[in-house]
């Protein structure tokens, strides 16, 4: 004998909807990170730009007043935006209902995002360029999903 209990249906739309919000939240931070590529910044706060897109020393005659860039698209490309790799290969790790885990698997990946030593020998220290970890606006997303969701179960 079946029985049409509303409360043991709400808690089963409950108990969905939480089973399936993990993955939502992953693909909603890996949307938010690859945007960031977008945005070129993190957090609303701008990249350092990048010595091929600044004018090169001197002018571009004897008389000239223009300054002279690099040419083609090294000129206008964005930050961080050589192949896409990096963009690319941002993905979700892993979703269960205590963590969720958004990463890349790229060696160079912690060089741009924590601003490490790069290069061989002594190398050099490339300049932070944050594109991955929790800032406002995706604290923010998360927390509308999750309404969202649990609202929607209440329906």
Do not use: C
């Not at 741009?112 to 944050?130: E, W």
């Amino acid at each position: 004998m079946a029985t049409n209990n509303p409360f043991l249906t709400l808690k089963k739309k409950v108990d969905n909807a939480l089973r399936k919000l993990p993955r939502k939240v992953g693909v909603l931070a890996v949307n938010h990170f690859q945007d960031n590529f977008k945005r070129q910044g993190f957090d609303g706060k701008p990249w350092k730009e990048v010595k091929r897109r600044l004018p090169i020393g001197g002018r571009t005659g004897r008389r000239s007043t223009r300054l002279r860039y690099q040419k083609g698209a090294a000129r206008t490309r964005g930050i961080l935006i050589g192949t896409g790799r990096l963009r690319r290969d941002i993905r979700l790790i892993s979703a269960s209902s205590t963590k969720v885990v958004v990463g890349t698997g790229l060696v160079y990946a912690p060089v741009h995002d924590l601003g490490l030593r790069a290069g061989r020998g002594s190398g050099f220290v490339m300049p932070q360029r944050k594109f991955m970890g929790t800032d406002k606006k995706l604290v923010k997303d998360i927390q509308a999903l999750i309404e969202k969701d649990i609202a929607a179960a209440f329906k």
